[in-house]
């Protein structure tokens, strides 16, 4: 029989795109390295799921309609402060303002890019606890 592995700490990621076949892609392959991952395709979804979700790190699509990432990203910014990790992600190379996101990945997702930053929004999470 083999030993069970120790559990590591819940790490929540919230993933936001108009494009619903987008951010399910991205959840799961953030959900195959045993992340939790919760998906919206607003940004008043995105703003309702992060009130039970809190979650450490939110991908955000910039360009969707009524609520854009930059609006979703302040608002983000202005409840939950500087814990949670803010990234836009986008398909247009020029379009995000500096502010509340704390980085950008270019659509389509490189996930070795993606991981990287998981990896260090963990790590910074591990340090601050």
């Given at each position: ?102 980085f950008?990945?270019t ?23």
């Amino acid at each position: 029989m083999s030993k069970p592995q120790p559990s590591s700490p819940a790490f929540n990621v919230l993933v936001v795109d108009d494009d619903p076949d987008s951010a399910e892609s991205l959840a799961f392959c953030l959900q195959q390295d045993g992340r939790t991952v919760r998906c919206a395709t607003s940004g008043e979804e995105a703003l309702a799921v992060a009130e039970t979700f809190a979650p450490h790190l939110a991908l955000v699509d910039i360009f969707m309609p009524r609520v854009d990432g930059h609006a979703l990203a302040q608002e983000l910014r202005r409840r939950f402060g500087t814990g949670m990790v803010l990234v836009a992600v986008t398909g247009a190379i020029r379009s995000v303002e500096t502010g509340a996101f704390d980085f950008q990945l270019t659509k389509p997702v490189d996930f070795g890019q993606l991981e990287q930053l998981c990896r260090l929004s963990q790590s910074q999470r591990s340090a601050a606890a």
